[in-house]
């Protein structure tokens, strides 16, 4: 069920990582900095009341979504005085998955917007569609989470590191070119044709998505 719920968020352009069982999930959060963390209840090792508490006991507050098929009250109670912030039970909508891990999205650091607008880019965050000035943008997948991750930090410098971190997976190989060759792509999506270009590099320490016209310094 773990490699099911992977492969549907990757579809969806998210970046996931799968573990095995609890102890692997206390590590693999001690290590990474993750957006939302889906927590399955019945876990080898730890189970997933265990983690949730063990995360919030050294200060983890990352967005947890507890998964389980045990739907009484009870169990829900437990869930979510062991710090999580959502509680799913099986069988589950996938596209209702979908939606509370965005609404566990918005929430951090402040309530963010479903929709994202810069200079005349937009972005919708539930449909994934983008335009820029009007004009339909046809995106990959991967392409449109690296967008949408440069747009919720609009203005300010992102390394490789935090691009790989949050739009690939554990699988990225840090010393390949795929970013840059996606940043390509998104150039000739994005700025073609366009005298306002919004997709800058700083060479040798990341990118930047702001609006610039053709005469600011070179990127």
Known sequence: MAQAVAKGLREHAYAVDVSPDGNDAL???SI???DVILLDVLLPGQDGF???????ARGDATP???????????????????GADDYLTKPYSFRELLARVRALLRREPQLLPSQLEIGNLMLDSVS??????DQAIDLTAKEYALLEYLAR???QLVSRAQIAEHVWDDS?????????VYMNRLRKKIDEHHPVKLLHTRRGEGYILEPRDETSTPS
């Open 27 to 29: 590590f693999q959060a």
């Open 32 to 34: 990474n900095n993750y």
């Open 50 to 56: 265990e983690v949730c508490r063990a995360l919030r």
């Open 64 to 82: 947890i979504l507890m998964l389980t098929a045990r739907a009484t009250v009870d169990d829900r109670i437990t869930g979510l005085d062991a």
């Open 128 to 133: 994934h569609k983008v335009t820029r000035a």
């Open 153 to 155: 930090h609009v203005g």
């Open 172 to 180: 990225f190989e840090p010393f390949s070119n795929t970013i840059e």
